[in-house]
Structures are given as C-alpha cells and as structure tokens.
C-alpha cells in the first residue's frame, strides 16, 4: 500500500496508489450465536439476517458472471482485482450460508424463501437471458455486470456502515456474528471499486455505457428494497421463538435505526444519486483505512491469517 495519502468525499484521510484484493478463508463457530443475536432485538435482528437470505446465491452469481467477463479482461491490474473479488466473494457466499445452516438448527428454516432468490439469479439473471428475450451475449453479459455493480454500491455502504455501527457494541450483539458483519464488511470496502471498474471495462463506451449502468440501478435498488422487506416479514413470521406474536413493522425497524442498530434510510437512498453521477467513482465510498484496520484485528480473519503463516512454514 502506498504512504500517499489523499481525501475523498468521505471526509477519511486514505492511503493513494494500487491495493492489493486478496481473499482470507476465514470461519466462524456458530456453536453459541443465539437467535436473536443483538439481544431483545429482533426486528434488528432479523433486517439484517436478510443479508444471509440474499447473499449466498448472490455472492455465487456475482462469481460466474465475472467468470464469463474475464476473457474481455486485458488490463493485468484489473484482472488480478477481479480475481481478488471473485475470491473474497466465493468465502462470503460459503460463510453465510453456514449462518444458514445454524438458524435451521434453531428452527427457522428459509429454504421456502431461499428457493426464491435461487431462482432470480439461476434463471431470471443466468447466463442467457430469461423466456428467450432476444438480447445479444454481450449485451446480456453488460447488463448483469451493471447489475453487480449497482448491488456493491450497496454493499460497500452497508459495509461502511457497520464498520462504525457503535449502537451494535452498546446493545450487546453476539460477538461472532459481529465479527463476521464487519469483516464482511470490511472487504466490501476493501473491494468497493472492482465490480464498478469492471463494468467500465466490459460495458461499451460513452453515453451507451453510461445508460447501461443507469439501467443496472433503475432495475437494482427497487428490487433490493423489496427482498430485503419481504425476507425481513418472513424471518419474524417463521421466527419460533416470536410464535406468530409479531409482524414486520416499519415503526419498530426505524426505531432500530435510532438505536443505531440499522442504517438509516437517507444514508441508503443517498448512495443512489451519487451512483448516478457521470463522474462518480466508488473509490468515494467509505474508508480503506478503516477497513483495513478491522481487519487487523478480526479475531476470523487473524486466524485465518495465522492457518496460513502456519501452513507455510510447515
């Protein structure tokens, strides 16, 4: 990393100059997360397990739409970021399925909901386009990766968000399931620029490629809203140990977000319009070097860390 610094609009001091992407194969024991992992918090709770609802098959999807660009890749840089993401990616998708997995054994299924999101994208966003609309294989393969794009200019805010999320540590949340927030979080940051760098790469030129990615936010942002508030009503009505008592509510997640357990809307709907200007460029979002200082001290991925240095020198 280079000393050079610079300011964005973020008002961070950050380091200038190439960053490296590289994946860590990290884990988690789930052994004593309980279900509603920020205590007397389940409306909280719940928002913010759609992440583990949506991510899995996303996280797979962004990989194999990334592996049908790379041959259009003839920028080494670039390549070896994509390579870098679609290896921080791979890990994300396996470990929140894992969480998956636990909140099965707690009871709460989401296959029902899940077979959805596998569904939009297996077949809706898959690698021809959906009913036999006729689309060309470029363009096809432009606009999913618009797509990426506009969905990691939320996760890299989402990203950012919880990185500083104190009400998360006041309230008590489980420290695993913490751990694995901010350290996912903290690669988005991390990695904030490569989907948006690789649309611009593959995406055409000018106006056109322009007008590709507004079209890859127009259909993005609606969609993500909609899953995350149906995922949400689905985990509190499944929710075994709520038993029916309560419903998703507005009122209750926009006092989560008062509590600083959620992100607030505004701060959500402003990367929109950022996103959308001509000259933006992710880079803007968040904060390496808060990133990069998390991940210093993740209890996961210091271990991981650690399996490697032991490996290495066995």
């Known amino acids: 990393m280079s000393t ?43 928002v913010i397990n759609v992440l583990h609802l949506l991510l899995p098959a996303g996280e797979r999807w962004f990989v194999k739409v990334f592996k049908e660009g790379l041959p259009l890749v003839d920028d080494p840089e670039l390549l070896g970021d994509v390579k870098g993401f679609m290896g921080q990616e791979a890990t994300h998708s396996v470990q929140h399925a894992y969480v998956l997995d636990h909140l099965a054994a707690q009871r709460l299924d989401t296959g029902d909901f899940t077979k959805h999101v596998d569904f939009l994208f297996e077949k809706l966003l898959g690698e021809r386009p959906p009913l036999g609309a006729p689309i060309s294989t470029r363009e096809w393969l432009r606009f999913r990766l618009s797509v990426v794009a506009a969905i990691e200019q939320f996760t890299a805010v989402l990203g950012n968000w919880v990185l500083h999320a104190e009400g998360l540590d006041a309230a008590g949340t489980d420290e695993v399931m913490l751990d694995l927030l901010r350290w996912h979080g903290a690669e988005e940051v991390e990695h904030r620029a490569v989907a948006f760098d690789m649309y ?32 949400a009503a689905y985990l509190i009505r499944h929710d075994p140990q709520l038993a029916g008592r309560m419903r998703y509510s507005p009122a209750e997640h926009n006092r989560a977000v008062r509590k600083g357990l959620l992100p607030s809307w ?49």
């Open 200 to 231: 611009q790469h593959c995406g055409g030129e000018g106006l056109p490629r322009y007008a590709r990615r507004l079209a890859g936010m127009a259909v993005t942002a609606p969609v993500m809203l909609y899953l995350w508030a149906w995922g």
């Open 4 to 46: 050079e610094e610079s300011t964005g609009h973020t008002g961070h001091t950050e380091p200038t100059g190439h960053y490296a992407i590289t994946p860590r194969r990290v884990s988690f024991d789930w052994e004593t997360t309980p279900l509603h992992w920020i205590p007397d918090e389940p409306t909280a709770t719940h």
């Open 266 to 314: 505004r701060e959500l709907g402003a990367a929109i319009p950022r996103y959308l200007r001509r000259s933006y460029h992710p880079s803007q979002e968040g904060s390496l070097r808060k990133a990069v200082e998390y991940l210093a001290q993740s209890p996961a991925a210091r271990s991981a860390a650690g399996a490697i240095g032991r490996t290495a020198l066995s």
